[in-house]
């Protein structure tokens, strides 16, 4: 899906997808955390926090490999 991009493109993109879409993605985390209500299983409620917080780069694997790499045009 982010193959065909380039590294310019990829780069902007990632830091879009960690500036806007990860607090967005903790806002809604922690709102279906609250609406389970597992404040008395704190195990279980670090199972999924660690849960979520797995599945949330699992889409994105693709456009953040490479990105810290210097480019094809970079010295």
């Known amino acids: 899906m982010f193959r065909n991009l380039s590294l310019k493109a990829r780069k902007r993109l990632s830091i879009i997808v960690l500036l806007i879409g990860m607090p967005a993605y903790v806002v809604v985390a922690v709102t279906v ?16 926090y660690v ?4 599945v949330w780069i699992l889409p994105f694997r693709e456009l953040f490999r490479g990105i810290g790499q210097p480019g094809p045009d970079d010295e």
């Open 33 to 48: 955390v609250n609406m389970f209500d597992l404040t008395q299983h704190f195990l279980l409620q670090l199972l999924v």
């Open 51 to 54: 849960g979520l917080g797995i």
